[in-house]
């Protein structure tokens, strides 16, 4: 039996997707680099095989139900690990602000549709390929920002108002959770982690370098 496992990670073309390609990489994992533009994933995963990786690209768009079906037909049958990584923070005012009073709807739907619906989206298109993998892993790249507990209290820091971006981080929380609950009792795992501040394009290159 082959032991080398797959992992699929969403939005692998840059940033934080493309660390934790890189990082299953190095640990023996084939990966599969799910990117929206199939050139940009192409010259990542051309990009992790030259460092060594296992590595090939597909066209995946999260929000794209098409796609999400195309890119399935294109997997090997059996998926180990799925990270949920693909994520936008819809446009900010200055120093990142999303002023809830003020919010453009279509703005809050195409981030709800990327950062949560994309989720759901993938998972279930990709759960009767995890299935067959002896230790499924789910995870979703979440954040800080989406707990309500820190966002209600005044004596933590907790940045900006993002009223569009961290409540689909909440979002992303309380599907996760409900994902697990469904689960239980599989050997599928499914968490939500939190990278914490990261230097990509997302923050315009505040935080710490994504390698680390
Ligand atoms: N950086 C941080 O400090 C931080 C902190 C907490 C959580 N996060 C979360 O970490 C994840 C990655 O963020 P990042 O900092 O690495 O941001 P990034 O550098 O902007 O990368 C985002 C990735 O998501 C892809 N993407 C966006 N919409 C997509 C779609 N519809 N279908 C497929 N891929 C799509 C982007 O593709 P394109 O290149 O085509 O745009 C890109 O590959 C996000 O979920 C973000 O919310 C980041």
């Not at 692998?12 to 199939?38: P, S, Y």
């Not at 597909?58 to 195309?70: A, M």
């Not at 979703?140 to 966002?151: A, D, E, K």
Request: aromatic share 4%.
């Amino acid at each position: 039996m082959n032991d080398t496992k797959t992992a699929l990670i969403t939005g692998a073309n840059k940033g934080l997707g493309f660390e934790i390609a890189a990082g299953l990489g190095a640990l023996g994992h084939r990966i599969i680099v799910g990117a929206r533009d199939h050139g940009r994933g192409t010259a990542a995963a051309e990009k992790l095989r030259a460092a060594g990786v296992d590595a090939v690209a597909i066209p995946l768009d999260v929000t794209d139900d098409r796609s999400v079906t195309d890119a399935v037909a294109l997997l090997p049958n059996r998926l180990d690990v799925l990270v949920n990584n693909a994520g936008i923070s819809g446009p900010t005012g200055p120093d990142w602000g999303q002023d809830p009073t003020t919010l453009d709807l279509d703005v809050v739907r195409r981030v709800v549709d990327t950062n949560v619906l994309g989720v759901i989206r993938v998972t279930n298109a990709l759960l009767p390929l995890l299935r067959r993998s002896p230790s499924p892993r789910i995870v979703n790249i979440s954040s800080s920002v989406g707990s309500l507990t820190w966002q209600s209290d005044p004596a933590v820091e907790v940045g900006p108002i993002m009223a569009a971006y961290s409540p689909t981080k909440s979002f992303l929380n309380a599907v996760t959770v409900h994902y697990a609950r469904q689960l239980a009792g599989t050997n599928i795992l499914i968490n939500a982690a939190c990278p914490g501040l990261v230097a990509t394009d997302f923050t315009g290159g505040q935080g710490r370098p994504p390698q680390d």
